[in-house]
T-cell receptor, first 115, second 112 residues
Framework: NAGVTQTPKFRILKIGQSMTLQCTQD?????MYWYRQDPGMGLKLIYY???????DKGEVPNGYNVSRSTTEDFPLRLELAAPSQTSVYFC??????????????FGEGSRLTVL | DQQVKQNSPSLSVQEGRISILNCDYT??????FLWYKKYPAEGPTFLIS?????DKNEDGRFTVFLNKSAKHLSLHIVPSQPGDSAVYFC???????????FGSGTKLNVKP
């Protein structure tokens, strides 16, 4: 089991560029999440999905888009990169159907720098 | 307007002693709480959880206490080991447990 896989691990973007952070999980989890971690600020929820075809905004969705066409994949799209989006991004998944709410499995993170 | 707060950015403890990490929350609708542990350059990993119907949950060296009236929870690690040195995040959720809100983390350093 690979768990939750994020790519790329590191990326430098110029202001105004766009990119997609990829996230794949092989645990057949129905819930998936994108968080960002800024220094000293903890984890902030960007978007989440409770199943294929269903997505919803979290605490800090502005500047991002997501899609969930399959159970396994939950890509995060940055359309016009801004310096404020410099952060470490974490994808996570869980299977609430088992009554194990909150036991999120996280990827290793993607460090994004916007210059 | 952070709903989950960890007011101590760091904590240093001697090996073998107790580590107590604290967390406060403001949303009275939260009824499920979790602790995560994070090493550098890795994603957080789930440690222990507690639902609001309990005031204590133990798992080996880790115990979480919940005080709903004070909107406060704490994580006790006994005895602390150098391998416990990491950043600890508390998190909270309300029904239907779709979203999980995290605190800012406490960096624990366990000295040998």
């Amino acid at each position: 089991n690979a768990g939750v896989t994020q790519t790329p691990k590191f990326r430098i973007l110029k202001i105004g560029q766009s990119m997609t952070l990829q996230c794949t999980q092989d645990m057949n989890h129905n819930y998936m999440y994108w968080y960002r971690q800024d220094p000293g600020m903890g984890l902030k929820l960007i978007y989440y999905s409770v199943g294929a075809g269903i997505t919803d905004k979290g605490e800090v969705p502005n500047g991002y888009n997501v899609s969930r066409s399959t159970t396994e994949d939950f890509p995060l799209r940055l359309e016009l990169a801004a310096p404020s989006q410099t952060s470490v991004y974490f994808c996570a998944s869980t299977d609430n159907r088992q009554g194990r709410a909150g036991e999120l499995f996280f990827g290793e993170g993607s460090r994004l720098t916007v210059l | 307007d952070q709903q989950v707060k960890q007011n101590s950015p760091s904590l240093s403890v001697q090996e073998g002693r107790i580590s107590i990490l604290n967390c406060d929350y403001t949303n009275s609708m939260f009824d499920y709480f979790l602790w995560y542990k994070k090493y550098p350059a890795e994603g957080p990993t789930f440690l222990i959880s507690i639902s609001s119907i309990k005031d204590k949950n133990e798992d080996g060296r880790f115990t979480v206490f919940l005080n709903k009236s004070a909107k406060h929870l704490s994580l006790h690690i006994v005895p602390s080991q150098p391998g416990d040195s990491a950043v600890y995040f508390c998190a909270a959720s309300a029904l239907p447990f779709n979203k999980f809100y995290f605190g800012s983390g406490t960096k624990l350093n366990v000295k040998p």
